[in-house]
């Protein structure tokens, strides 16, 4: 599968109970990386993405839903990377209290792209794939 977060500049994800994630260019850009592909979300994010219904797949156990070709978009849950072998990250320019971190150890980055978002001056798009030590 491919996971989809988004992070704070601590890698922290989910903070007091509320989501990192609500950028609507960020949503766009989710949006047309997986045109040609499955989008699967938890209902927790159903509000983010409905304005574009019938671009995702609406399943609250998508990690074992999922296939290897498939995105998931990860916001209220601790991301599987067992079954991730690629990760996009997008990353906000701030530190918010976090409820949850993502351990980036066992990852390479292998592409970075700055845009302007919506809510934040700063976003930078992250591509990781998983270090070949960590597949197994």
Same mark, same amino acid.
């Given at each position: 599968?491919? &996971?989809?977060? !988004? *992070? ?10 509320? =989501?990192? +994630? ?8 989710? #949006? ?6 499955? *989008? @699967? ?13 019938? +671009?995702?797949?609406? !399943?609250?156990?998508?990690?074992? &839903?999922?296939?290897? =070709?498939? @995105? !998931? ?9 067992? =079954?991730?072998?690629? *990760? ?11 409820? @949850?971190?993502?351990? #980036? ?7 970075? *792209?700055?845009?302007? &978002?919506? +809510? ?7 591509? @990781? ?6 597949? +197994?």
């Amino acid at each position: 599968m491919i &996971g989809i977060v !988004c *992070l704070d500049q601590n890698n922290g994800m989910y903070f007091n109970e509320r =989501r990192q +994630s609500r950028d609507r260019y960020v949503i766009r850009d989710i #949006l047309n990386m997986t045109k040609d592909g499955n *989008l @699967y979300i938890h209902s927790y994010s159903e509000e983010l993405f409905a304005s574009n219904e019938n +671009s995702y797949i609406i !399943c609250d156990d998508y990690f074992s &839903g999922s296939s290897e =070709r498939d @995105y !998931c978009f990860v916001e209220n849950h601790i991301l599987d990377q067992d =079954r991730t072998e690629k *990760l996009i990250v997008y990353r906000w320019d701030k530190v918010y209290p976090a409820d @949850y971190k993502i351990n #980036l150890s066992g990852w390479t980055l292998i592409s970075t *792209l700055e845009f302007t &978002g919506y +809510s934040h001056e700063k976003i930078t798009k992250e591509v @990781y794939i998983k270090n070949e030590t960590e597949k +197994s």
